[in-house]
């Protein structure tokens, strides 16, 4: 009996040693996994500052950043540039006057002078209004894809006003470049300042009628036929939003990743589905659709600032008197070097311009 006692007690010992020990072995493990584990996430946040104040490719980190910008500026000047002599053609066809010489197309032998007339005004027009554009262009994007009260707005929608919106600014920066550069097309080249600003004044309401008329149709029929996934690229890598986040919160400001994520995005982003082929006669057709319905808005345009005596006083008595001496077919004046001059525009941004910004997506893929 005696004997039984002592056994089962020494068996009681031993499994409470051995439960103790257990429990001891269990918690000695928990707390070198707590320990490995916070030696890690302190490895890993070493390892993202380090990376975060580490200078990564910055030529490249600015390329990605503004490539659009950059690609859109030197296409835009290299159109204008390279095809000025079709729009040479189409401006001294509109603003010719057989019943009534206004422009002096007869008088001074336009026919007859070269067709690379006002190239240097071209190009710094389309330098400014490039500019203009791309500047306004980011500002509304910003401003469309920051504020949440236009978070359920359809992403095309948003684009078209962007587009748009952008357009009726550059027209401000065009204008007087645009005025010379067709004054020097007619070889009027004696025009004073303030002739130049009075046609500008004048001209301004059919050059913005025009471009943002045009651009509307375009980017609606484009919009409407392609196939297009929204998809929106990150433009930083993530050690450069680390940095930024860091810069941010020690100039005081208190916010998530989530609340300023507009900052690191390019929202005009997509993915089209579209066939290239297809995505061609799509833009052959609303090309010609766009450039057939403003065509007379650039007729009027084209005689209203070069009337070298007062004849036009505004966009529809222009297009009244038109109509009336010329007839409904001088609206068409012009129409075929400018279908011409739209179509390698858009064949520039399809087949260069798409392709490039394809290329620069990859820098951080």
């Not at 729009?87 to 509109?94: A, D, H, L, Q, S």
């Not at 019943?99 to 002078?113: A, G, I, L, P």
């Not at 860091?246 to 390019?266: C, H």
């Not at 450039?291 to 005596?309: A, E, F, R, W």
């Amino acid at each position: 009996m005696r004997g039984n006692q002592e056994n089962s007690k020494q068996s009681y010992d031993s499994s409470y040693s051995q439960s103790y020990q257990s429990r001891y072995e269990r918690r000695q493990l928990e707390l070198a996994r707590k320990e490995i584990d916070k030696r890690a996430s302190r490895r890993e946040q070493n390892q993202i500052q380090n990376s975060a104040t580490y200078e990564i490719s910055p030529f490249n980190s600015f390329f990605i950043r503004h490539a659009k910008s950059i690609c859109y500026c030197t296409l835009e000047m290299f159109h204008n540039t390279f095809f000025h002599f079709i729009e040479t053609i189409k401006v001294r066809g509109m603003a010719r006057n057989l019943r009534e010489d206004v422009s002096f197309y007869f008088q001074n032998k336009v026919q007859t002078k070269p067709l690379i007339s006002g190239v240097i005004s071209g190009f710094m027009g389309a330098a400014a209004g490039s500019f203009t554009f791309i500047s306004t262009f980011n500002l509304l994007t910003f401003y469309f894809y920051s504020n949440r009260q236009y978070a359920d707005l359809d992403f095309r929608l948003k684009n078209m006003l962007i587009y748009i919106g952008s357009d009726f600014t550059a027209s401000f920066a065009r204008v007087l470049f645009e005025v010379r550069k067709q004054l020097v097309q007619m070889c009027i080249y004696d025009s004073t300042v303030k002739d130049m600003l009075r046609y500008s004044y004048i001209g301004w309401f059919p050059l913005m009628m025009r471009d943002v008329t045009f651009r509307a149709m375009l980017l609606g029929f484009y919009y409407g036929t392609t196939n297009l996934e929204h998809r929106p690229l990150l433009k930083y890598t993530f050690p450069q939003i680390v940095d930024i986040m860091k810069n941010r919160r020690a100039q005081g400001y208190d916010e998530s990743i989530d609340e300023i994520s507009y900052l690191f995005y390019d929202f005009h982003n997509q993915d089209v589905k579209t066939r290239i082929h297809i995505r061609y006669l799509l833009l052959v057709a609303a090309n010609a659709m766009a450039t057939l319905v403003t065509n007379p808005i650039d007729v009027c345009l084209s005689k209203m600032v070069t009337q070298q005596y007062p004849k036009y006083s505004g966009l529809f008595n222009c297009m009244k008197t038109v109509y009336k001496e010329e007839g409904a077919s001088k609206f068409l004046s012009g129409i075929h070097p400018r279908f011409m001059f739209n179509l390698f525009n858009g064949a520039l941004f399809l087949f260069v311009y798409d392709r490039f910004i394809e290329n620069v997506k990859q820098i951080y893929d």
